[in-house]
């Protein structure tokens, strides 16, 4: 069993920006970040291969958010600029047993605790 601690996140103005890291505890392999606004479905914002070469992003995102990792530490990192309110929800980090990139929720096998992000106009 594959635990995630994910750290970051808080409340930032319009135009911040802001920094998550997500610790493994044991291998992981394809990782993802995710988010889910009150009422919405959770979605992905950036998703990584194992080896790092590969990412994936939604357009909204593109430009804006930057996924990486250090295998090295087991440690998946999602840097976000150029915030937007609507960017407000609680991302999760998120791992499986896949080796390239993932977008989709229900092929994530592990799960981190959630971290709030709020986005103030």
């Known amino acids: 069993q594959v635990q995630l601690v994910e750290s970051g996140g808080g409340l930032v103005q319009a135009g911040g920006s802001l920094r998550f890291s997500c610790v493994a505890s044991g291998r992981t392999y394809a990782m993802g970040w995710f988010r889910q606004a009150p009422g919405k479905e959770r979605e992905v914002v950036a998703a990584?291969?194992?080896?790092?070469?590969?990412?994936y992003y939604p357009d909204s995102m593109k430009g804006r958010f930057t996924i990486s990792r250090d295998n090295a530490k087991n440690t998946v990192f999602l840097q976000m600029n150029s915030l937007k309110p609507e960017d407000t929800a609680v991302y999760y980090c998120?791992?499986?047993?896949?080796?390239?990139?993932?977008?989709?929720?229900?092929?994530?096998?592990?799960w981190g605790q959630g971290t709030q992000v709020t986005v103030s106009s």
């Open positions: 990584i291969s194992w080896s790092g070469g590969t990412a």
């Open positions: 998120a791992a499986t047993n896949r080796l390239g990139v993932v977008v989709l929720t229900a092929n994530y096998a592990y």
